[in-house]
């Protein structure tokens, strides 16, 4: 009833950038989704937090890659972006999308997750 998809992964060189959306669709109305996050994971690692940002606008930038990624969302389009610039091989990974949702006729939030996009740093 409720879908994250993610786009605009793939493959690219050593400096490039990327930019990665992912909209929540299905039973939901621009006012209930909250947070939003980007998640990767790497072959052999634990998935980790690579940024967040709240209804508000507020963001937060794991260290790994403040100063080269950043957030941003449409709400009224229920959109998170994560734009990706001086990619490095070490940001290769799956990039997952998160949100808390609370669908319609629903009176609570839950997690919802996408299903990947592959984002390839390599020369």
């Known amino acids: 009833q409720v879908q994250l998809v993610e786009s605009g992964g793939g493959l690219v060189q050593p400096g490039e950038s990327l930019r990665l959306s992912c909209v929540a669709s299905?039973?939901?109305?621009?006012?209930?989704?909250?947070?939003m996050n980007w998640y990767r994971q790497s072959p052999g690692k634990q998935r980790e937090l690579v940024a967040g940002?709240?209804?508000?606008?507020?963001?937060n930038i794991a260290q790994s890659v403040s100063g080269r990624f950043s957030i941003a969302r449409d709400n009224a389009k229920n959109i998170v972006y994560l734009e990706m610039n001086i990619l490095k091989p070490e940001d290769t990974a799956v990039y997952y999308c998160?949100?808390?949702?609370?669908?319609?006729?629903?009176?609570?939030?839950?997690?919802?997750w996408g299903q990947g996009t592959q984002v390839t740093v390599s020369s």
């Open positions: 299905g039973r939901i109305s621009s006012d209930s989704v909250n947070d």
């Open positions: 998160n949100a808390n949702i609370r669908p319609v006729g629903s009176s609570s939030f839950r997690t919802y």
């Open positions: 940002i709240t209804y508000g606008g507020n963001t």
